[in-house]
């Protein structure tokens, strides 16, 4: 009997020496008695005092860091506690070793410290995976040349690729933790790996990591059902569900045995809807008009906070994937997420109030002192600006730069290139009939040009893309212009495809054939439009159906906002009679816009314009119809659907 009770004491002994060490020792900022932040079994504990957590995703990097601390306080004011965020690798390091943190808006610690400010804790979601609907999950392209990698495991050049990011991080973030006198009160190891996989050594390593840069609690978040709770627990983490928090909650407690990883119960993500993609039959996700989803989410939120668990709203601000910055996921087909991460969230995408967020806040307002949250602002109106025509100064092709001339295509990521497009050029010295095949598949959208006119486009994001039959003569010169639309960003062991996680690759992967011959010789140009054309260079030819892409450029004034609110000058940019491609203002990409919708307008923050003075809009049309484009500002925005032009 001694020795089964010994072997009970020690087995005990070691559950609560892995329970503690979620507890880190006190620091010379907080008493013995009171450790800043930690948890029981019920509840998260702050100084000693529960603590419910009432909280929503916001990700700095999606939002204008001069409206940061606007953001913020309206999270405040309606009654959140606490932000969590996303950081993105890709943006903080864009090369490897080449730390970007400089840069206005990657200064995390910066939107910690406005968030503390304004009264609100905050949530560290590091990654180095994040999903996010963000390009490759937020990991920067030039992962994919590291030989031998293989993302999302214990791999070892990932785990060292991985391990320098978060220690870099942790760097600009360490000071800020609550045992520091700071908002950081938790971090999460990896983000929904039990949807992934079920490599534990890579998932306990991470723990490592962060457990040597961070001494508050780390915690998981998963999918609430058994396969994702038991693929990505991790021993001495705190285990958290995202999704439904009915069933979630249940499933939580049923599944996870390790008495390390269980405590309070917090919905991780309580998703207020979902994220758009680009399709012609893919309309706008909102709750507007939809009162069954609005009192659902009511329900909800009393089911949560009633019991005194914690929630994150996923997400209470979306923002913008400016730029190339939205991902995608692989359905067979390319999922591609809009420019606009509006996501129907409560606080809209160019930051004003909803009628859902204050649905929200008076849902929340019965579980907090009356009095204790301040009062939001009134919407401030946006800028109407009337109709900017637009010219065309050069066709991309004629300004293409540097070339590599090869016996077989290359991809985007081996021209060490990390978005935008890449240009694939043949000049035909054979006779070649039949259909095109640009390499194993469309990687993602491919304009097919011969003599300098289009004759099709073979697009991804349909599962049976069109086809284009070519008939090519010595002589004619074929070009392939690929279009990155975003990498894959999310793959579950559910999906029933290929790990796309696992093939970031963009551009062509293989051969180019016609018919049943391959096409060998190219020169290839890479093209990644860091920024819009800066030359004027007139074509000999008229802009028509058909022609190669063009630059059109126009200038405007923005008149009538307030110099000294630069959201008076917040708009949203339409070019109603654009096809596809980019714009910019001021230089400053904002991001793709494509007549097939929902999106049909671009969120121009005031932040870009210049008040009272001349503006430049750059549009690149990559399917221009004529001489003209036109662009104005509106501020009531639109989300419509129209046909393809370019699939039958």
């Not at 709770?229 to 390790?258: C, H, K, M, N, Q």
């Not at 985007?412 to 010295?429: C, F, I, N, R, S």
């Not at 893309?465 to 559910?494: F, I």
């Not at 549009?619 to 004529?626: M, R």
Request: overall charge negative.
């Amino acid at each position: 009997m001694e020795e089964v009770f010994l072997q009970s004491l020690i087995c005990l002994l070691a559950v609560l020496a892995s329970v503690w060490a979620v507890e880190p020792l006190p620091s010379a900022t907080e008493s013995a008695a009171a450790p800043a932040f930690t948890y029981d079994r019920q509840s998260f504990l702050l100084h000693g005092e529960p603590y419910v957590i009432i909280g929503g995703q916001m990700d700095p990097q999606r939002i204008p860091p001069a409206y940061w601390r606007d953001r913020l306080f309206k999270a405040r004011a309606m009654g959140l506690n606490t932000i969590f965020s996303y950081v993105y690798w890709n943006l903080l390091e864009p090369g490897r070793g080449q730390w970007k943190v400089g840069e206005e808006g990657n200064d995390i610690a910066g939107f910690f410290r406005t968030a503390q400010e304004e009264g609100l804790n905050v949530v560290l979601r590091p990654g180095p995976y994040i999903c996010g609907e963000r390009e490759w999950g937020g990991f920067p392209a030039w992962l994919s040349q590291v030989p031998g990698i293989k993302v999302r495991s214990s791999n070892g050049p990932f785990m060292e690729a991985a391990e320098s990011y978060l220690n870099r991080l942790a760097d600009d973030l360490k000071e800020l933790q609550v045992t520091r006198g700071g908002p950081l009160l938790m971090v999460q190891v990896e983000n929904e790996y039990g949807s992934y996989g079920e490599d534990h050594n890579y998932t306990q390593g991470l723990r490592d990591i962060l457990r040597n840069n961070f001494e508050v609690p780390l915690y998981t978040n998963d999918g609430g059902v058994d396969w994702t709770l038991e693929g990505g627990e991790v021993p001495g983490v705190l285990a958290e569900i995202d999704g439904d928090p009915t069933s979630g909650f249940t499933s939580r407690d049923r599944y996870i045995l390790d008495l390390t990883e269980l405590g309070p119960l917090l919905d991780g993500e309580y998703y207020t809807l979902a994220p758009d993609t680009w399709g012609s039959e893919n309309p706008h996700n909102t709750a507007v008009g939809q009162p069954p989803q609005i009192q659902q989410f009511v329900t909800d939120l009393d089911y949560v906070l009633g019991a005194n668990n914690s929630i994150s709203l996923y997400m209470f601000h979306g923002g913008t994937n400016f730029g190339f910055s939205n991902g995608a996921i692989w359905k067979n087909y390319t999922a591609a997420f809009t420019t606009s991460y509006d996501y129907g969230a409560p606080l809209d995408e160019s930051g004003r109030t909803t009628d859902l967020y204050f649905t929200f806040r008076d849902t929340i307002q019965k579980y907090l002192p009356q009095g204790s949250i301040p009062e939001p602002p009134e919407n401030v109106p946006l800028l109407e600006i009337s109709n900017i025509s637009l010219t065309p100064t050069v066709s991309l092709f004629d300004i293409l730069g540097k070339k590599i001339t090869t016996v077989q295509p290359v991809t985007m990521e081996e021209l060490d290139q990390a978005y935008g497009l890449v240009l694939y050029e043949h000049k035909v010295t054979n006779t070649f009939q039949g259909n095109l095949q640009p390499g194993d598949r469309a990687r993602d959208r491919v304009i097919v040009y011969v003599n300098g006119t289009r004759r099709g486009v073979i697009d991804s994001t349909y599962s049976r893309p069109a086809q284009v039959n070519l008939s090519l003569h010595p002589g004619d010169k074929l070009q392939l212009l690929v279009e990155n639309l975003g990498r894959v960003d999310y793959w579950s062991r559910e999906s029933g495809t290929f790990v796309a996680l696992e093939d970031p690759y963009k551009g062509i992967v293989g051969n180019v054939t016609i018919g049943s011959e391959v096409v060998s010789g190219w020169d290839v140009y890479s093209l990644p439009l860091d920024e819009p054309a800066a030359v004027s260079k007139p074509s000999s030819h008229a802009v028509a159906t058909g022609s190669p892409p063009v630059f059109f450029r126009g200038t405007f004034r923005a008149e009538g906002g307030n110099t000294a609110d630069p959201a008076t000058l917040d708009t949203f940019l339409a070019v109603p009679d654009g096809v596809k491609g980019n714009v910019w203002v001021n230089g400053f990409n904002l991001g793709r816009f494509w007549v097939v919708g929902p999106q049909q307008s671009l969120y121009l923050p005031g932040t870009i314009l210049r008040p009272n003075e001349e503006n430049e809009i750059v549009v690149l049309e990559l399917e221009p119809n004529g001489e003209s484009l036109t662009a104005f500002g509106t501020a009531q925005r639109r989300w419509a659907n129209y046909p393809d032009p370019d699939y039958p």
